[in-house]
């Protein structure tokens, strides 16, 4: 059983900086591949950034260059720095922990607004 709480959302003007954090409880965070999955009002939830176990990363192309996800195994935490945000990306941000052996977890969201 794995616990997910994410924290840093909030409302940010076009062009600023987000850094967002998921911190997990439970045993095993490490062999986890963690996410970090948005959805927009109206809208399915969508990928935004994952990061493996081994550290390999994939990006939506939405959000290549200006998003940069990373994990820390000792603290159980994995981040999303967002840079040069832009209105589309206001959504209910979402974190998830998956494994084949263990199953899939998701956090409650924390939600970003990007406007002026």
């Known amino acids: 059983q794995v616990q997910l709480v994410e924290s840093g959302g909030g409302l940010v003007q076009p062009g600023g900086s987000l850094r967002l954090s998921c911190a997990a409880s439970g045993n095993f965070f490490s062999i986890y591949t963690m996410g970090w999955y948005r959805q927009a009002p109206g809208k399915q939830r969508e990928l935004a950034a994952t990061?493996?176990?081994?550290?390999?990363?994939d990006y939506a192309d939405s959000v290549k260059g200006r998003f940069s996800v990373s994990r820390d195994n000792a603290e159980n935490t994995v981040y999303l720095q967002m840079n040069s945000l832009k209105p589309e990306d206001t959504a209910v941000y979402y974190c998830?922990?998956?494994?084949?052996?263990?199953?899939?977890?998701w956090g409650q969201g924390t939600q970003v607004t990007v406007s002026s």
């Open positions: 990061i493996t176990n081994s550290g390999n990363i």
């Open positions: 998830n922990a998956k494994s084949p052996y263990r199953g899939s977890y």
